[in-house]
């Protein structure tokens, strides 16, 4: 066997895999087609945060890995609900719910998924039991009862005893491994960027709702010695499309209204990227040798996650 578990994905679930999986002693390959992008300002970075619980934090932790993200990330320790319908965009009421109430620690704790990336292939290059190979994906799979089988674009090819898919919801190794799934599409995209802000978050995740979808909050380490937020605003998809082309001023204008300006004027502090909004089910979450996990498993609305 040229590994144990060959991981077909270099994005958090594929990185986190492989540093659990590896910590735990197993020989771990992971691929993926593009290298990381690692920097926050540079084209093709993901401004997209990611979320822990604590489950998952503890998990990382026991592999070592928290560590190094904790220093960046940010705890999300109330979770404020706010409905904003109606004809002018103000409060009309406004829930909040306090991890206190049923923890010692927060809900989770939030990580620009760039960072995590950057700090993720760094821990790697200190197991020597991973092996990271940025620029290389999956190009074949076969699979019997003892072993899996896997071709690489470079031309290679590996024995493994389990294949992980953590390529996202385009799986290629899920596609080969012959699970299909069902896709729902809602007409709706999703803005993502980061701000600036003059009134501190104080550790709140906000979610303003209106007609077109929520306008969420979630806290971010300052940015610039400003507080500061990462956005993920919904909208029906030609509407998703119009803002991000706006002109900086006019977009500012336009996100301050919807943000009923609860954290004060925002400021734009990052590029503005769009993403899709769909549900996707694998019909099931493994085949011969073959684990499905994250987004190539299941993917879900960012309200829904």
Known sequence: MDA????????????????????????????????????????????????????????????GLWARLAPHAEPLQVMRIVDAGGEVSEPRIIKE???????EKPFGWNLPNWLLRREMVAHLEGLETVEFRPGTGVSSLFTREAEARVGLSDGSKLRCRLVIAADGRNSTVREAAGVPVKTTRYGQKALAFAVTHPIPHEHVS?????????????????????????????????????????PEAEFEAAMNERSCLLFGPLKLASRRTVWPIISQVAERMYAERVALVAEAAHVVPPIGA
Not at 216 to 240: C, F, H, K, N
Request: hydrophobic share 40%; charged share 25%.
């Open 4 to 63: 144990d578990i060959i991981i077909s994905g270099g994005g958090v679930a594929g990185l986190s895999a492989a540093a659990i999986f590896g910590d735990a002693g197993f020989r771990v390959i992971c691929v993926d087609p593009a290298p990381p992008v690692t920097e926050r300002d540079v084209e093709g970075s993901d401004l997209r945060t990611t979320a822990f619980l604590q489950p998952a934090q503890s998990l990382l932790d026991e592999a």
């Open 206 to 246: 906000t979610e303003i709702h209106r007609s077109g979808g929520p306008f969420t909050l979630v806290p971010l380490p300052d940015y610039d010695g400003r507080p500061s937020s990462a956005i993920v605003w919904m909208e029906e998809g030609p509407e998703a499309m119009r803002l991000k082309d706006l």
């Open 97 to 103: 719910f306090d991890a206190g109430d049923i923890s």
